[in-house]
């Protein structure tokens, strides 16, 4: 059971805006920034955003993220075909002093 | 180009031990931190651990989680990051990858670190 909860799953169809949720706590998500990846099948995860809302080059602008209190969102617009993958949150744990992932996302674009 | 090449991934009997390897290119690894994650099949990432460059001491840590069965070293004349893994479980069967750490700054100030670079993953298999 992770410290961190994410919706198992989302499904969204091609150009409509999808968000995914991260719910921690505030000893990690309260407390500290949140990333995000995303891994499209038998792949390596890919950042794809720092620091709660930063993209990192070469990342699409239709991916954005947010952070209030305990929980922190990834919105993607104008959703593609090629988002379908799963995606996932992480940060850091004061209390466990180490990294922690949420359990993942599947998205899947209809 | 930027990469990481993970290697050594093998089936390994329950109680057995294994050593994977990290060999990186095109970037500057000698003052990187390296971090450890893997997935087993069908589930989510997990962190293992992570190990500093020589300015900060190749200090290492770890998830509390593994309970001390694995440890992270480097040879930066090598260019190529490890993890030993002792007291092999069914459990510990997953693809691992490592991955650098880039570093950022809140609107506080504080550091932290996200993980920009992936390798490809190496598969370890602990089963009789």
């Known amino acids: 059971q992770s410290l961190v909860t994410q919706p198992p799953s989302a499904s969204g169809t091609p150009g409509q805006r999808v968000t995914i949720s991260c719910s921690g706590s505030?000893?990690?998500?309260?407390?500290?920034?949140v990333n995000w990846y995303h891994q499209l099948p038998g792949t390596a995860p890919r950042l794809l955003i720092y620091?709660?809302?930063q993209r990192p080059s070469g990342v699409p602008d239709r991916f954005s993220g947010s952070k209030s209190g305990t929980s922190a969102s990834l919105a993607i617009s104008g959703l593609q075909s090629e988002d379908e993958a799963d995606y996932y949150c992480?940060?850091?744990?004061?209390?466990?002093?180490?990294?922690?992932f949420g359990g993942g996302t599947k998205l899947t674009v209809l | 180009e930027v990469q990481l090449v993970e290697s050594g991934g093998a089936l390994v009997q329950p109680g057995g031990s294994l050593k994977l390897s990290c060999a990186a290119s095109?970037?500057?690894?000698?003052?990187?931190?390296m971090q450890w994650v893997r997935q087993a099949s069908g589930k989510g990432l997990e962190w293992i651990g992570r190990?500093?460059?020589?300015?900060?001491?190749?200090?290492?840590a770890y998830s509390a989680s593994l309970k001390g069965k694995f440890t992270i070293s480097r040879d930066d004349s090598e260019n190529t990051a490890y993890l030993q893994m002792n007291s092999l479980e069914t459990e510990d069967t997953a693809v691992y990858y490592c991955?650098?750490?880039?570093?950022?700054?809140?609107?506080?100030?504080?550091?932290?670190?996200?993980?920009?670079?992936w390798g490809q993953g190496t598969t370890v298999t602990v089963s009789s």
């Open positions: 991955t650098r750490s880039m570093f950022y700054h809140d609107s506080y100030g504080y550091r932290y670190d996200a993980f920009d670079i």
């Open positions: 095109g970037f500057n690894f000698t003052v990187s931190t």
């Open positions: 190990i500093r460059s020589k300015v900060d001491n190749y200090a290492t």
């Open positions: 505030s000893s990690n998500i309260g407390s500290n920034t």
């Open positions: 620091n709660d809302n």
């Open positions: 992480a940060t850091w744990d004061d209390s466990l002093n180490g990294r922690v």
